[in-house]
């Protein structure tokens, strides 16, 4: 057995399923892998104790040895918040051209969630019904001021 079928195996038994950080996840609960600058080691370790302590996350050992995996409600943390958090702290993130593509990708998508969520939602329904009462209002070519028994009589 590998490794990564061990950590699978593991996952599934504690409920918590390990998909890709990138791979689309609907709902407000989100698996996010943080990378560590591989030239300060300690850090995992030290980043592991230091988010394990926080309510409402999820901390296990990462797919690769510079990583951690968490877990979270996106009504509770971001990704951005979570590594701001830890910059302000003195760690180092991966730096890679790859990390900065996709930490960017991650903060946008959970800035566009959550300003999603705070919107009220719209009655898509009724939104039709306006416009016709407003078409009905409005002055246009269609309209025929001919009295109707007159219409009738051609």
Same mark, same amino acid.
């Given at each position: 057995?590998?490794?990564?079928?061990?950590?699978?195996?593991?996952?599934?038994?504690?409920?918590?399923?390990?998909?890709?950080?990138?791979?689309?996840?609907?709902?407000?609960?989100?698996?996010?892998?943080?990378?560590?600058?591989? *030239?300060?080691?300690?850090?995992?370790? @030290?980043? &592991?104790? $230091?988010?394990?302590? #926080?309510?409402?996350?999820? %901390?296990?050992?990462?797919?690769?040895?510079?990583?951690?995996?968490?877990?979270?409600?996106?009504?509770?943390?971001?990704?951005?918040? *979570?590594?701001?958090?830890?910059?302000? @702290?003195? &760690?180092? $993130?991966?730096?890679? #051209?790859?990390?900065?593509? %996709?930490?960017?990708?991650?903060?946008?998508?959970?800035?566009?969630?959550?300003?999603?969520?705070?919107?009220?939602?719209?009655?898509?329904?009724?939104?039709?019904?306006?416009?016709?009462?407003?078409?009905?209002?409005?002055?246009?070519?269609?309209?025929?001021?001919?009295?109707?028994?007159?219409?009738?009589?051609?």
């Amino acid at each position: 057995m590998d490794v990564e079928h061990a950590r699978h195996l593991r996952d599934k038994e504690r409920g918590q399923h390990r998909p890709h950080t990138m791979a689309p996840q609907p709902g407000t609960g989100k698996h996010r892998e943080i990378r560590f600058s591989k *030239l300060r080691p300690g850090q995992v370790e @030290q980043a &592991f104790v $230091l988010l394990a302590g #926080l309510d409402g996350l999820t %901390v296990a050992p990462g797919s690769i040895a510079n990583a951690i995996s968490v877990w979270y409600e996106i009504t509770d943390y971001t990704m951005q918040g *979570l590594e701001a958090a830890l910059i302000d @702290q003195g &760690f180092h $993130l991966e730096n890679t #051209l790859y990390s900065k593509l %996709v930490r960017a990708l991650v903060y946008f998508v959970e800035e566009t969630q959550l300003r999603n969520m705070r919107q009220p939602e719209r009655l898509i329904k009724k939104s039709h019904e306006v416009y016709s009462k407003a078409w009905d209002h409005h002055p246009h070519g269609d309209h025929d001021d001919t009295p109707v028994d007159l219409r009738e009589q051609k």
